[in-house]
């Protein structure tokens, strides 16, 4: 369970002005966040939901982080927002990677920049022209490719592939098994049925503060470039095709499948396995719900669903509809039937 990163105690009162919250009750040490059930007395329980209250209230914890509604006789630490609270918790007890200067297995070209304060890990490459900016962590396994650029104070996790001439902005995470630069799948069938390769000599351009999940692929363009516009949050497992653009502030949750030259405006939500044709726009701040297939634009502020996904108020009608056909074809039989006995008494 999570400790106190280097192992150092903070005090309770310490705790709550980090927290901007205010202690109530005697001040102690604090070493750790845990679950009720596994709370000692030197730690910390962050109540999130009143329900949870009840279960707290029995824990060990030696202090509990409560929203600012609640009074308690134990000692408590109340906060204005407890969902930012949980996230500067998680923060502050989170383990913190070692520091490893440059691992002497890691292969850099003399041609690359390095720029201070970078820790470079066991056997990563980093190519020729390539540039890591201040601060930035490059974990084990990862290869930074020729003329890659990367921002300051970046987190790039273990075997992360950045391909050619690809370019990240400042304090992006990129997280273990993700490739940014992946060629395009553009092929050209001809008539007898073969598949001759398109070369995709475009890049992929990447703003600040993006994040981007495990195994997700993003494709370089064509031409021009791919582009992940400031603070958009990528996830697990994740297709971003060739020549797409992505606005300001997007969420995809895992699993969202985009294929080739889709335009996604600011701060659109797609839920999990999203999936889409290509050559399409969303709308800014657009909703598409989980396991949707997209195959026409998406209006601004719209909230779509199903596959072919359409507004969702037109698709839960039809999906209440179809739920009832069962029951209808119960009731058509039914009446068949009694025309059937009307029919054969002659009436």
Known sequence: MPRRAGGQAVQ????????????????????????????????????????????ALHSAAGVLIVADHQHLERPHIRVPNIELAWIALLDLFAPRLERVGIHPSAVIHEAATLEPDVQIGANV?????????????????STIGENAVIGADCQIFENVTIRHHCT?????????????????????????????????????????????????????????????????????????????????????????????????HDKVVLWGQVGSIGHLTIGEGAVVTAQSGI????????????????????????????????????RLKALEQAILQLESEGL
Request: proline fraction near 4%; hydrophobic fraction near 40%.
């Open 168 to 264: 990240l902005g400042n304090r992006c995470l990129i997280q273990s098994g993700a490739v940014i630069g992946e060629d395009g799948f553009g092929f050209y069938r001809t008539p007898d049925v073969q598949h001759i390769r398109q070369a995709q000599i475009g890049t992929v351009m990447i703003s600040d503060d993006v994040e981007i999940g495990s195994n997700t692929v993003i494709d370089r363009g064509t031409l021009t470039a791919t582009t992940i516009g400031p603070r958009t949050k990528i996830g697990p497992t994740c297709v971003i095709a060739h020549n797409s653009t992505v606005g300001a502030d997007v969420i995809m949750i895992g699993a969202v499948q985009l294929a080739g030259s889709m335009t996604i």
């Open 12 to 55: 309770r009162s310490e705790l709550a002005v980090k927290l901007g919250g205010t202690l109530h009750g005697a001040d102690g040490a604090v070493t750790g966040l845990r679950e009720p059930a596994d709370a000692q007395p030197s730690d910390a329980v962050c109540v999130l939901r009143d329900k949870y209250l009840k279960t």
């Open 295 to 330: 195959s026409k634009n998406v209006p601004a502020g719209a909230t779509w669903r199903g596959s072919p996904a359409q507004d969702i108020k037109t698709q839960l009608r039809l999906e209440a509809r179809f739920m009832a056909l069962e029951q209808m074809e119960r």
């Open 125 to 141: 490459v980093v190519a020729r022209g390539a540039r890591i900016g201040r601060g930035s962590v490059i974990g084990v396994g």
